[in-house]
């Protein structure tokens, strides 16, 4: 063996000592993380109106993740924190309504929060996320049904600078008198069923 072999095949032993058990390099590889886009996220609601129709809200605030292992499609760790001031109808009289003690209380309470530490599949790309919502300082279960439309490099801008992105619908729905939201309930001029429309991109960070 040449002097030159000598110092290689040492540091070749050395790096089979350090690397073993260790198994294959993917093996290391976990979820990444999706932190929500805010210039495409909508989170809206539907609720009766004296049971004429329904009447349409959006919340204009929101922050986000998840984490997604994007092999398996295995989703876990999802939050969604809410400002609840942002609420808009497109009516201010009724925003600010709402923004009082009757309905979401922001100065007292100023942010909704639904978590869930994993969920389940229910199709190719559909899921059952059984999480907690917290409002008006309760936390009750809440179930999301959601479907990953697309998971894929983003179209638009410079080539190095495009983000990973998935985007993702959401459907839910909760009684608000279970958070002691109770105006209107009793006597019928706002519906006690909430329901919830998410439509989100988030990028991989």
Same mark, same amino acid.
């Given at each position: ?23 294959? %390099? ?17 989170? @809206?609601?539907?609720?009766?109106? +004296? ?56 100065? !007292? ?9 994993? @969920? ?8 059952? +996320? ?15 049904? @959601?479907?990953? =439309?697309?998971?894929? !490099?983003?179209? +638009?801008? $410079? $080539?190095?600078?495009? $983000?990973? %992105? ?15 939201? =109770?105006?209107? %309930? ?7 069923? %909430?329901?919830?429309? +998410?439509?989100?991109? @988030?990028?991989?960070?």
């Amino acid at each position: 063996k040449s002097p030159a072999a000598a110092p290689r095949l040492t540091w070749l032993a050395l790096f089979a000592v350090l690397t073993a058990g260790f198994g294959p %390099v993917q093996g290391l590889a976990e979820p990444a993380r999706f932190e929500l886009d805010p210039e495409h996220l909508t989170i @809206a609601f539907l609720v009766e109106h +004296i049971g004429y129709a329904k009447t349409l809200g959006v919340f204009r605030k929101a922050t986000g993740h998840f984490s997604l292992d994007e092999k398996s499609g295995e989703l876990s760790d999802v939050r969604i924190v809410v400002d609840s001031a942002s609420v808009d109808t497109a009516h201010a009289a009724r925003d600010e309504h709402l923004r009082k003690a009757d309905f979401l209380d922001v100065r !007292r309470f100023p942010a909704m929060v639904f978590t869930a530490k994993s @969920a389940r599949r229910s199709g190719e790309r559909s899921y059952l +996320i059984d999480g907690e919502l917290e409002l008006l300082g309760r936390k009750r279960p809440l179930r999301l049904e @959601a479907t990953l =439309n697309k998971l894929d !490099r983003y179209p +638009i801008g $410079p $080539p190095l600078l495009k $983000p990973f %992105v998935a985007g993702a619908s959401a459907r839910g729905r909760f009684k608000r008198s279970e958070f002691g939201m =109770n105006y209107g %309930v009793v006597d019928g001029l706002v519906g006690d069923e %909430v329901e919830l429309i +998410i439509e989100l991109e @988030a990028q991989r960070k």
